[in-house]
């Protein structure tokens, strides 16, 4: 079964909106082992938007179309599909009482423009909204199906998941089993030396991805059934995750802040902070996983000298010998964050996030992390990532400093052999 995205608003052309529902609903229709030859984007034209749809109808099994579902002026996806079907529009009142009620629980007053989102084509079948007003539809005109979703990305997701991905399973004959392997601390080009014999295979498939930080390998088999495909995940996957043990930290929807948080919560082990390059993203980002609480002690921002100083205590001479930004000062910085909380572990983290008078510019994107473990172990290192958005050698620097307290955690635990 070949497939068309059709993404519609002139908003995507612009640029004022990233097209995610393109790449999400790609994704999906690879996990089901739909090929998606082409994606087209369309703005809120009635004659452009009708000729996108002919066309698309005449060249794919399976046209998916994202947008123009709302009460606007500018929302004109069902009326085009119902030109290019030949078809009218038509109330239909069971959709117009789901509106009703919608606005009625949420005490709001609905206007008459509100309606709009009733009409549909009479062929078509509707694709129920249970998190939104507008409904889809699905048409089929020949061997083609045609099926219209809002571009809202939750209301997408939702009704995708319960409505289309079912019907299309049962059509496709085949089971697709997907899962994601995410690395840190590592480059692509690392561990892709680690695994690259990997992604010649056909069954299953291997593809790597960068993501921010991290590095992704998307493993995809393709079987009869849900049991096969399975069986063909295994071993690829268990061979993956032992070649890269050493960045390897979880699945699919695992993150890097919550993984670290599960071991540390197995271990009955606590961390603390203290951020001068990061400014608080750190903590942030550890404070994001529901009952971090229970392992994260607390961090301090020093970051100017006084305050690493005087909230930190790190010794005057000591700034004043290697500087603000540099090895001596973090790992000084690690361990005061362990003394002042009380924690087991305790992370440091200086640098120079972006340009600033007086700093040169090949310092730009220097940052200095160490971890400071039980009986006073540190490891610290540096990094040069060079001139990118500030919030950008932020996120690099958390994403290292929360690996690096990864991989120590689990070498203090036996698991990760040769970790020093």
């Keep these: 079964m070949l497939a068309e995205i059709l993404s519609i608003g002139t908003e995507l052309l612009i640029g004022q909106v990233v097209n995610t529902n393109a790449t999400w609903l790609a994704r999906r229709l690879a996990l089901l082992g739909i090929d998606v030859h082409r994606v087209v984007t369309v703005g809120d034209n009635m004659a452009r938007l009708c000729e996108a749809v002919e066309i698309a109808l005449g060249r794919a099994d399976l046209v998916v179309c994202t947008g123009g579902l709302g009460p ?21 009142p069971d959709v117009a009482r789901h509106i009703e009620e919608m606005f009625s629980r949420r005490g709001r007053p609905m206007s008459r423009l509100d309606l709009k989102q009733a009409l549909f084509p009479p062929s078509a079948e509707l694709i129920p909204n249970p998190a939104g007003t507008a409904f889809g539809l699905c048409i089929r005109r020949g061997e083609a199906d045609l099926m219209a979703f809002p571009g809202v990305p939750s209301e997408l997701e939702a009704m995708w998941q319960a ?13 697709i089993r997907s899962t994601l392997l995410k690395y840190a601390g590592c480059t692509e080009a690392e561990l892709a030396e680690l695994v690259s014999d990997a992604f010649a295979a056909k069954n299953p498939t291997v593809a790597p991805y960068t993501n921010s930080g991290e590095v992704h390998l998307r493993v995809t088999a393709k079987a009869v059934g849900p049991e096969e495909a399975d069986a063909l995940l295994a071993p690829v996957v268990a061979g993956l995750i032992e070649r890269g043990v050493r960045f390897f930290f ?22 603390a902070v ?51 930004v540099s090895r001596e000062t973090t790992e000084a910085m690690a361990q005061a964050a362990r003394h002042a909380f009380g924690a087991e572990w305790g992370i440091g983290t200086t640098g120079w996030a972006g340009p600033s008078p007086g700093v040169a510019e090949s310092d730009v994107g220097l940052v200095y992390i160490c971890v400071a473990g039980p009986g ?33 955690i689990k070498a203090s635990q036996g698991s990760l052999v040769g970790e020093r």
Aim: charged share 25%; hydrophobic share 40%.
């Design 250 to 271: 979880g699945r699919d929807d695992d993150t890097l802040p919550s993984v670290v948080g599960s071991h540390l919560r197995a271990a009955r082990q606590t961390l």
């Design 376 to 408: 006073g172990a540190l490891s610290s290192r540096e990094y040069r990532w060079g001139r990118h958005a500030r919030e950008q050698i932020k996120h690099f620097a958390t994403q290292r400093a929360l690996a690096t307290l990864l991989r120590k």
């Design 163 to 175: 409505w289309a991905e079912p019907r299309l399973a049962a059509r496709a004959g085949a089971t």
């Design 72 to 92: 606007t002026a500018d929302d004109i996806t069902i009326e085009a599909v119902a030109r290019v079907m030949g078809d009218t529009l038509e109330q239909r």
């Design 274 to 324: 203290a951020e001068s390059a990061t400014g608080g993203l750190l903590a942030s980002r550890i404070t994001d996983v529901p009952g971090s609480s229970d392992y994260f002690r607390g961090g301090c921002v020093a970051y100017s000298v006084d305050a690493k100083v005087r909230n930190l205590g790190v010794p005057s001479e000591l700034i004043a010998a290697h500087g603000a």
